[in-house]
């Protein structure tokens, strides 16, 4: 057996589960958001789905308020990797113990993250009453909204919380692969720290970081269970948007349903594009 | 031109059982360029990391014309450190990498331009400016390595180990850059090395360090021919030790009474020559007659295994001298008396 066709076959399974799954539903949701779906007996494609899309504008709010969410979430769980990860790779006594722990939530689902911020920072969880007790507030519903609330900071307190941890691991492993010698060099040829970071680390972790950011922007922007729990009722999050169509009574509402997720998959493109382009310029200069 | 003074300087890692540097003390003149020579795991690296500020020693001190540099942050000491694997940072071109240290000064960037031209003319590599450092070869890494140290014009320069990655073709050319360059702007430089050919051929002086602690500082002739002791000796490729007493000029030991060169040490101790100072063939003193144990062809060389009654003598000696040599054959020898040392 030529080594061409081992490779094609060893390569078969994986491929064919990526091609059905993604690029099957991707077909199907594309012709159904062309209004083109047998079943119910639309077998004229048209752009109605679409045109309804962007003749609403519940859909440039929500498109806002998707973006805040990913890129707010993103940055902030980047900044905070960073810097536990600058921290995690010193030696301390309890590193193992602190590891462990920072390591821990990767493994809890992000359901179990969102319940957590309800009890937590809801207007009627534990810390508003713990503010009313102790009289910082009057009563528990006078803390701020952190649920439910206009900016999101309730799901983006949910992505860090889950976030951190998962780019922090990247970074350190990619930070602990590098050693210290180049920061060395850096600081014997006269770079204070500051500059040591900006110029000589930063950089070389750089790659670590944007495939990362990548894989965390591009999942918040599309997530639907943490929005849909923690977030506002108007604007919602677009994936929450795409599926209040989708479970639309009428069956019409199916396509904009369709357009939205379609929508939704080229926006997170085109952004991680333009952001892998323009970020690595700027940090490697 | 910068005087440096080591005193006393000591490194305990936490948690170690015996120091890793033991009370090193050792001054070095200005312009000098001085190897810190020993086998892995002596303590040379950890002594370049002290001076150059990316270790906290456990006491001593290092001074830079007299003043105390400790206090000082690693980017205010006037010390660079070249790597052994040169550690260019990979994301920049050449170029940038060169000007690295002035770009951190901030020195404005057309300055920086022409300096890093003059730097990479310097170091013979003018027109690779542009290119990325995994475009260049070991050798050529190595200058660069060395023009981005050199352009922020260092009063102290540590190199670790800057030959050992070379191919032997390219030592010589490294050795005599590397010299010319320290000698024309009179950077006081320090380098380590495990290699005692890499200090022979590069220091003016090596201090060799053995388990923490220095044996001997020295030029580089005084290992070979006057050794402070056995293990020194052994470092340098010594093979010879043959117990006994010396007195009044005279050794008396295994090998007879042997006359010795002036200023040799007094009383019970070894007697120590080198391989190649063994002499086939009878000449003025200590001429002895020895039976060949083995000989074993090295192609510039003949190693010689004698013996001398019970006691075996290494000698390194040119073929030519002794073809026709066989095992179990009986030859006259002599041992120069002024290549004749004691070590107590």
Known sequence: MSDRLKIILLLLPAMSVIVLLFFGGLLIGLMRSFNYMPVIGLTEPNLQAYVNVFTNEEFYWSFLLSFHISFTSTLISCVLAVGAALLLRRAFIGRAVINFLFQLNLTVPHLVGAIGILYLFSQSGVFARLAAEVDLIQRPADFPAMVFDPFAIGIILQYVWKEVPFIGVIVLANMQALGENYESVARSLGASKWQTFRHVLLPLIFPGILSASVIVFAFTFGAYEIPALLGANYPAALPVLAYRSYTDVDLAARPEAMALAIIIAILSAVMIFIYIRYSRKRVRS | ?344
């Not at chain 2, 014009?153 to 073709?169: G, I, K, M, R």
């Not at chain 2, 320290?182 to 053995?210: K, N, P, S, W």
Request: net charge negative.
């Open chain 2, 1 to 344: 031109m910068t005087h440096v003074s080591i005193q006393e300087l000591t490194k305990v890692y936490p948690g170690a059982d015996a120091p890793a540097l033991d009370r090193l003390s050792l001054e070095i003149a200005s312009g000098e360029l001085t190897a810190l020579l020993g086998p892995s795991g002596c303590g040379k690296t950890t002594t370049m990391k002290m001076i150059a500020g990316l270790l906290e020693p456990t006491s001593g001190d290092v001074r830079f014309d007299d003043r105390s540099i400790l206090r000082d942050k690693p980017e205010h000491r006037g010390v660079v450190m070249v790597f052994q694997n040169y550690l260019l940072f990979p994301y920049m071109s050449v170029a940038d990498n060169v000007g690295f240290g002035l770009k951190m000064r901030k020195t404005d960037s057309a300055e920086i331009k022409r300096r890093v031209g003059e730097m990479l003319d310097l170091v013979k590599l003018p027109d690779l400016g542009d290119r990325r450092p995994s475009a260049l070869s070991g050798g050529q890494q190595q200058r660069i390595a060395l023009a981005r140290a050199l352009i922020v014009q260092p009063e102290v320069l540590l190199l670790d180990e800057p030959l050992s990655n070379l191919d032997a073709h390219l030592r010589f050319e490294m050795r005599d850059l590397i010299r010319s360059l320290q000698q024309e702007m009179g950077i006081t430089t320090i380098f380590v090395t495990h290699d005692q050919e890499e200090a022979v051929v590069l220091a003016d002086r090596v201090a060799l360090i053995l388990d923490g602690q220095m044996k001997q500082y020295d030029r580089a002739d005084v290992f070979y021919k006057r050794p402070v002791d056995e293990a020194t000796a052994r470092f340098f490729g010594g093979h010879n030790f043959i117990p006994g007493k010396s007195a009044g000029g005279i050794f008396d030991g295994p090998l007879g009474r042997l006359s010795l060169a002036d200023g040799a040490v007094e009383g019970a101790g070894k007697l120590t020559f080198r391989p190649e100072n063994v002499r086939v063939g009878q000449g003025d003193g200590n001429n002895l007659s020895a039976k060949v144990a083995d000989v074993i062809y090295l192609g510039t060389q003949t190693r010689l295994k004698l013996r001398v009654g019970e006691t075996e003598i290494d000698a390194v000696v040119n073929p030519n001298e002794v073809e026709g040599f066989k095992p179990g054959d009986t030859v006259p020898i002599h041992l120069p008396p002024q290549t004749l040392w004691v070590i107590s």
